[in-house]
């Protein structure tokens, strides 16, 4: 989503590095790369304008002037600006003492109120609550029934005493009471011991009277511990006029961001929290019930300033991949035991298990500068690999080595694709083999994903930074250097003739001659131990 916004900061930083001392004019040139940025991104104006205020009197300050790194000072000068406007502290659930916790979700129709209530539910049931979804929007059409799908994928139970609309029309039904479920619901919980009580309610396709009384009503009727104002995150300014109403009208506690995945500027996001006052307490990142995260006004800053977010990949790690499993891999390293495909398999499912791999490379600082790679990777991949493998015997995958030409067309047609994918795959194979046993060996981890190969667009290109290790030449390879390359063949053919060879021009005391010991005459610094060697070989 802040995609635009993360280029033109990344673009207008860069510029910045490339000073060793900063003006008056070059921090005003940059404030107003920040303030085009920023409007162009749907931010509201008025945080705009208290945004490049607060950048513009901090970077003219001290802490910029003296810096060592003026530029990288600008940079977190802007990430702290960043964070404070996106709210700055994390924010989580405040539960009741006394349960059960009610929580109620306001906002408007089609921002996604009634997937986000399963989504906080499973969320809350991995953390081990037992929630209780409650269905008190009647009005829109089977809005009750979706929240019934809804929580049973997620596991929740919903109390749904009335069915709701079941017509096309978005209207009332004759008989329904939202206020008097939300108020059954909350009972409910309390008799079969639910910890904490969601209750969805009824939105509108815009603000109107109608909409803050019944939401008034539901609030008074259950006195609720939280009430999270659910904003599509893609309106953008529209969404900052939608909270001011919300907040004014029926008041709420949090900011819960639903499409956060979606490809609008993102204007929402840093604009509701600091006209608000209210914070953005969790994200919706993806369809998926899975796709739902606490926000970390830090991290998000760090990724919207192309700084990574290596903690949520790290939590997110965490619960991916299972212990029980890590520690059987590390067991095998520790014995010497070779890798195998099995093990191989087992990554590429954990790796699954993380959820989408854009989203993951996405997270890893500097990825921005690979946007259009990561678009055009497949997601398929893993599966591809997946059903490579399960093509293969248990012996195939023990030892690949067996897998001949006749074997690799057998898997192929097994699992759907071709001898090149077979052999790219077995390639992929070699090289994760390669980085096990150097971590095995305490050399540390290599760059690039396991199994996984470069992302399209990612090789071919030249290494802007420090200059990749060239490979040692063998021994006994002739030089690259056309004087020593014609010495060496001179000395070959003196060794071949039985003779020492002749000094070389500029030999230090010219000892290298006929007199000299045949050992010193044919000496090869390869042979030295490993680590004397390496001294001679550049000189």
């Not at 002037?65 to 000068?77: D, E, F, H, I, M």
């Not at 969805?200 to 109608?210: I, K, N």
């Not at 250097?481 to 010495?487: L, T």
């Amino acid at each position: 989503m802040f995609a635009t916004l993360s280029d033109r900061l990344t673009s207008t930083f860069k510029n910045l590095r490339a000073k060793g001392r900063l003006s008056e004019a070059d921090i005003d040139a940059t404030i107003r790369e920040i303030r085009r940025a920023l409007l162009d991104a749907d931010v509201a104006v008025p945080v705009v304008r208290q945004f490049t205020g607060a950048v513009r009197e901090r970077a003219l300050s001290s802490e910029v002037s003296g810096a060592l790194n003026p530029a990288q000072q600008v940079v977190k000068v802007v990430n702290d600006e960043l964070v404070a406007i996106l709210g700055g502290q994390t924010r989580t659930l405040s539960f009741a003492k006394q349960p059960p916790t009610v929580i109620m979700l306001a906002g408007l129709q089609g921002a996604g109120k009634t997937t986000l209530a399963g989504k906080l539910a499973l969320w809350l049931r991995e953390q081990g609550h037992t929630p209780l979804l409650v269905a008190a929007d009647l009005q829109r059409p089977n809005a009750v029934t979706q929240l019934q799908v809804v929580g049973e994928r997620a596991g929740v139970p919903v109390h749904a005493p009335h069915p709701g609309n079941q017509g096309a029309d978005d209207v009332l039904p004759a008989g329904a009471d939202p206020v008097a479920v939300a108020r059954a619901g909350l009972e409910t919980a309390r008799q079969k011991q639910y910890d904490v009580v969601i209750v969805d309610t009824a939105g509108r396709l815009g603000v109107d009277a109608e909409l803050m009384a019944q939401a008034s009503d539901i609030r008074d009727a259950v006195d609720p511990d939280e009430v999270l104002f659910v904003v599509d995150a893609m309106i953008g300014q529209d969404a900052v006029t939608t909270a001011q109403a919300f907040a004014d009208g029926v008041g709420f506690t949090g900011v819960v961001l639903s499409k956060l995945d979606g490809d609008a500027r993102g204007g929402a996001a840093l604009s509701i929290a600091s006209v608000t006052g209210r914070p953005i307490m969790f994200a919706s990142t993806g369809e998926k019930l899975t796709d739902f995260e606490v926000f970390h006004p830090d991290r998000m800053a760090s990724r919207i300033l192309d700084m990574g977010d290596v903690l949520t990949l790290i939590e997110q790690a965490e619960k991916a991949f299972d212990a029980e499993q890590a520690e059987k891999m590390a067991g095998k390293l520790v014995a010497g035991e070779d890798f195998t495909l099995e093990d191989f398999l087992v990554q590429m499912q954990q790796l699954k298990n993380m959820g989408s791999i854009k989203k993951m490379f996405g997270m890893l600082p500097g990825m921005g500068q690979m946007r259009e790679a990561l678009e055009n990777f497949d997601e398929r991949e893993v599966d591809r690999i997946e059903a490579i493998i399960r093509s293969m015997t248990p012996g195939e995958r023990q030892n690949p080595k067996i897998i001949n030409g006749s074997r690799r067309a057998r898997i192929a047609r097994g699992s759907g694709t071709t001898t090149s994918e077979i052999n790219q795959l077995l390639e992929r194979f070699d090289g994760a083999k390669k980085m096990m046993r150097q971590m095995a060996k305490g050399g540390g981890m290599p760059g690039g994903m396991p199994g996984m190969g470069n992302l399209p667009g990612m090789g071919g290109k030249k290494s802007r930074g420090r200059q990749a290790p060239q490979p040692k030449r063998a021994k006994g390879a002739r030089s690259g250097n056309p004087a020593k390359r014609a010495e060496q063949e001179r000395a070959a053919a003196a060794r071949a003739a039985g003779e020492a060879p002749a000094a070389p021009a500029g030999s230090a005391f010219g000892l290298a001659g006929r007199d000299a010991a045949p050992e010193a005459a044919s000496f090869d610094p390869a042979e030295l131990p490993a680590g004397l060697g390496d001294l001679f070989k550049g000189r």
